[in-house]
């Protein structure tokens, strides 16, 4: 079978849609089939190379708001009619590809719905007010539009599956295709008894992700204890604001930020820590929570969509409320010290990825949902 990809984000990937296309390809690829990935280029020419047996096709991209998305699907549409004779199904991921136009069967895979989205965001700045009515008004119709060119739909956790009721589709019939991780890479790996606490956010700085909340958390934490230490891990449009906040608050010796990191960096910063904390406001099925759980490491995440698919409070984690840094900072002192129940989460985290969330789990459901579809059994609201 030959599987082309459309995706609106970087290729080779920087983050978590990305990450989820690369890790289930490439187990398409162990198993025979060919792969292609369309995604957005520059204003060069149409751009071709092969990334670890992955065909990468870059096409055109103008960010020419708000004709970006019509003005790509021109350029991309071209590449899916001259791959249609050798291409059996188109595989689209949201969030906000262009229309595709085809004679080939269509399934998309929504990751995190706009509008649910937008409803969870908090208007914080110009750009946030602009994205909040650009999200109701301009992409929520687009991804109406994308709903109804499909043949199947998918949902990357029950709890999207659900928010898709806003767009008209019934969730029990939809398709749960969750995300992955690579347990061979991110394993555990046994601490060295120190006296410094470490504790681990890896994602977008965004006030989305309650970044701002872990740093609030942070200066209540570091005022109360000597050992803490907080290390934030990614970059985003807040990371500027963020960086000015800790300086304000004296935290520049309590507080790292390191950028985007390599794997083999990002996997060692998850090993080395003594806990993951993941403040968002709302997830889809957040990549860096499995690549955490895959590494034993005990989480304290936010009770919100995506997060609680996969926590179970108590068990393989501790879910508190969104937008409580109080509470967080109450959870994190609460099992810092708590030698005996950090591995108990860690442990039951890592069973947790290894019985549901590895890429050979995660390709085969994708596969069984392939042959579905192109035996002639889809459907508009999953099959």
Wanted: hydrophobic content about 35%.
């Amino acid at each position: 079978m030959h599987i082309c990809n459309v995706i609106s984000v970087p290729f080779p990937p920087c983050e978590g849609i990305g990450h989820y296309v690369y890790g289930y390809c490439t187990k398409l690829l162990e198993q025979g089939h060919q792969v292609t990935v369309i995604t957005r280029g520059s204003f060069h020419k149409t751009q071709r190379e092969n990334l670890d047996g992955i065909e990468v096709i870059r096409a055109p991209f103008i960010p020419l708001y708000p004709f970006y998305l019509y003005l790509h699907g021109i350029f991309l549409n071209k590449i899916v009619k001259s791959l249609e004779s050798h291409v059996d199904i188109v595989h689209i991921h949201t969030p906000l590809p262009p229309l595709v136009r085809t004679s080939l069967p269509i399934i998309t895979t929504i990751h995190s719905p706009i509008l649910s989205d937008s409803k969870c965001s908090t208007i914080s700045s110009i750009y946030s007010l602009v994205s909040k009515i650009s999200a109701r008004f301009v992409s929520y119709p687009l991804e109406m539009k994308l709903i109804a060119s499909s043949d199947k739909i998918t949902a990357v956790s029950a709890s999207v599956a659900q928010d898709l009721q806003n767009y008209h589709l019934d969730p029990v019939q939809l398709c749960i295709l969750h995300n992955g991780v690579n347990e061979q890479f991110f394993t555990p790996k046994q601490k060295k008894s120190q006296g410094e606490k470490q504790i681990l956010y890896v994602g977008r700085m965004d006030h989305e992700k309650g970044v701002f909340d872990l740093l609030n958390c942070a200066q209540h934490l570091c005022s109360k204890r000597s050992d803490l230490f907080f290390n934030f891990v990614g970059d985003g449009r807040d990371l500027t604001k963020l960086k000015q906040k800790s300086k304000k608050m004296g935290l520049e010796d309590r507080v790292t930020f390191t950028g985007q990191l390599d794997r083999d960096k990002l996997v060692q910063m998850y090993q080395d820590a003594d806990l993951f904390v993941f403040p968002s406001y709302h997830e889809g099925l957040p990549t860096v929570l499995l690549e955490a759980m895959s590494c034993g490491l005990p989480i304290i995440a936010t009770d919100v969509r995506g997060n609680g698919d996969v926590i179970v409070n108590g068990e393989n984690g501790i879910l508190v409320p969104p937008k409580s840094p109080n509470e967080l900072a109450e959870s994190i002192l609460s099992l810092v010290d708590d030698e005996r129940y950090k591995c108990v989460l860690g442990k039951n985290a890592r069973n947790t990825i290894e019985a549901k969330y590895t890429w050979n789990a995660v390709a085969k459901n994708i596969v069984d949902c392939y042959t579905h579809l192109c035996n002639g059994n889809s459907k508009k609201q999953g099959g």
